[in-house]
């Protein structure tokens, strides 16, 4: 019953490091999406899935990557990160245009 | 220009005040989503409108379809209702993308 599950929660990487981020929904969502939201902005679409196996960019997808292999997760790459990827990253799920389900974010910083 | 627009993007209050935020949407959509947004920053979907009206517990939230505008009331406003609300769009027929106003920031004095 954990609904929309984003690991880690917190994350300080160096310029040029590469990390991954995990969304995991127990839902059976066809719909899944990855957020960045920063102050002033809102919150904007980097990537998004309408079912396993596809992709497809958002409004601000440069500088990161996508996959997803099993239906139930939504994988967010960052293979060299850059200082302006400082944010707070938010996954979400649903049903076609049904309701949106969050995680809890996850705070990375780049330094 | 944002293809969502929110209005106020700030909003200060007395408790026990009716509250209004203002959602404008510029194409077609498949469904509209209210979200609150506390201080600790978890995301909590409030509302799922795709027609009319819904409403739970002291909060409401209407759409109107033909003129691409959605507002959500809170009655007897509260300072735990204190918080950003965030109104999204679902473009279900191209894209299938859900794209966010900036949300109102609303603070409710005790």
């Known amino acids: 019953n954990a609904g929309v599950t984003q690991t880690p929660k917190f994350r300080v990487l160096k310029t040029g490091q590469s990390m991954t981020l995990l969304c995991a929904q127990d839902m059976n969502h066809e719909y899944m999406y990855w957020y960045r939201q920063d102050p002033g902005m809102g919150l904007r679409l980097i990537h998004y899935s309408v079912g396993e196996g596809t992709t497809a960019k958002g409004e601000v997808p440069d500088g990161y990557n996508v996959s997803r292999l099993k239906k139930q997760n939504f994988l967010l790459g960052l293979e060299s990160a850059a200082p302006s990827q400082t944010s707070v990253y938010f996954c979400a799920s649903s049903y076609s245009a049904g309701a949106a389900f969050f995680g809890q974010g996850t705070r990375l910083t780049v330094v | 220009k944002n293809e969502v627009e929110q209005s106020p993007q700030n909003l200060t209050a007395q408790e026990g005040e009716f509250i209004t935020i203002n959602c404008s949407y510029s194409?077609?959509?498949?469904?509209l989503h209210w979200l609150q947004q506390h201080p600790g920053g978890g995301i909590v979907s409030l509302f799922m409108?795709?027609?009319g009206k819904k409403k739970h517990g002291r909060l409401i939230a209407t759409i109107n379809i033909q003129e691409k505008h959605s507002s959500l009331h809170i009655t007897a406003s509260h300072p735990r209702d204190s918080a950003v609300y965030i109104c999204?769009?679902?473009?279900?027929?191209?894209?299938?993308?859900?794209?966010f106003g900036k949300g109102t920031r609303l603070h409710i004095l005790p």
């Open positions: 409108l795709s027609s």
């Open positions: 999204a769009v679902h473009y279900g027929n191209r894209d299938d993308k859900i794209i």
């Open positions: 194409v077609g959509i498949s469904a």
